[in-house]
């Protein structure tokens, strides 16, 4: 029983250690989002910071309500595919187990 318990809470610590790494790769982790067929592009961080926001040119012929319409998708695009990520190294870090609903984990 000893052995099997020391051998449980081994696999705990290595997989919090696991997660801490998965954590800080996603906080540097950068991804676009686009709209308008790529007129507005909006780059955000692993922690959802808006580092870069992209117009083009022809996006500022168009008008005000227009433009930001497409801001606002690109914003939703870039955080859907942060959210993706995410997903993909914590699944790849818990080895797909599901964890309960509200359990935070830091990110």
Partial sequence: MKGAL?????Q???MQENLKRAQEEIARTEVTGESGAGMVKVTLSGKHQARK?????????EDKEFLE??????INDASQKLEAVTQQKM?????GMQLPPGMNLGF
Avoid at 6 to 10: I, K, L, P, T
Avoid at 69 to 74: E, K, N, Y
């Fill in 91 to 95: 699944s790849a870090v818990t080895g």
């Fill in 53 to 61: 926001v992209e117009i083009a040119p022809d996006a500022l012929k």
């Fill in 12 to 14: 705990a610590q290595k």
């Fill in 69 to 74: 319409d497409l801001i606002a998708a690109a």
């Fill in 6 to 10: 020391g051998q449980m809470m081994q």
